[in-house]
């Protein structure tokens, strides 16, 4: 779960959803996984229907963040985009379109898309930092554009762009999109963060009750299942999100359990941490 902005609140949001006062635990069975030995796991992202897992590692010898592809089989791919400093994978695709964004060698951002390998950059606007997180089925994609307190997000599908910008708030990030172009993602503008449903225009409201640094959405199925993180102090503890009740995902003896994303097989991606310093990621499914 690589995102951690901030917000204030605000009753700015079109449509709201009631929520329960306490979540249900939800009941997972996981499968763990580690990266190869010269890498430290950073981050766990999206994962597409064939199980392909996507996320960010570091080259323990360069210290070098890298992008990485984990497929069902087992198979790692560590990536890092072309003259990049530094390298983020968020989403990916069964038809082998992997979505992130890069830091070239003059600290500008840009998006970009792998399809089976072949790199494609993305820039929205002259000068604006560009940033790519989620890719559905059919080729549609979400990022952010901008930067600071002044960062938009958007929809682009089949070459056109569809702002999605949270009224009142400075920054907005969607960082998921199902096949239906229903999109999930988390706004701020202070220290607290508010999760979005985004369809047609339309906002809808999703935030975990009494977190205190609120809650980013982070994946959405083509069943409206959604999957997110409740944000406290440093931590994020992961949840699922369906026919308006919260279920959170725990691993049993760890320290705490972030969600990344979910396919549309209902299996969902993620790290658990067992310590501050030792984590593994994980696929796993959840009723």
Not at 196 to 225: D, E, R
């Amino acid at each position: 779960m690589g995102l951690r902005w901030c917000a204030t609140a605000v009753f700015l949001l079109l449509l709201f959803i009631t929520a329960p006062l306490y979540a249900a635990k939800a009941s997972c069975t996981f499968d763990t996984f580690s990266v190869p030995a010269q890498y430290t796991l950073s981050s766990v992202e999206g994962i597409a229907d064939d199980g392909t897992v996507v996320g960010q590692v570091i080259d323990n010898k360069t210290q070098l963040a890298m992008g990485f592809m984990l497929s069902s089989n087992g198979t790692f791919t560590a990536y890092s985009a072309p003259e990049s400093q530094t390298t983020w994978m968020y989403g990916e695709n069964a038809s082998g379109t992997s979505a992130g964004y890069y830091l070239d060698n003059s600290s500008k951002v840009h998006g970009f898309t792998l399809v089976n390998g072949q790199f494609n950059e993305y820039n929205y606007g002259r000068g604006s930092n560009t940033w790519l997180f989620g890719v559905n089925h059919v080729g549609s994609l979400v990022g952010s554009y901008g930067g600071g307190a002044s960062t938009k997000g958007f929809l682009l599908v089949d070459g056109q762009y569809t702002s999605i910008v949270v009224p009142g708030q400075q920054v907005t990030f969607p960082v998921a999109v199902n096949d239906n172009n229903a999109v999930v993602g988390s706004s701020a503008s202070g220290f607290v963060n508010y999760g979005f449903l985004w369809q047609n225009g339309t906002f809808t409201s999703i935030n975990y009750p009494k977190s205190k640094y609120g809650t980013i959405l982070s994946g959405i199925n083509n069943a409206g299942v959604i999957v997110g993180n409740r944000i406290s102090a440093d931590k994020a503890f992961g949840f699922i999100y369906e026919n308006g009740a919260f279920k959170s995902v725990d691993y049993a003896g760890a320290d705490y359990t972030e969600v990344g994303g979910i396919n549309n097989n209902g299996v969902i991606s993620g790290q658990v941490y067992l310590t501050g310093t030792n984590s593994l990621g994980f696929t796993a499914t959840c009723k």
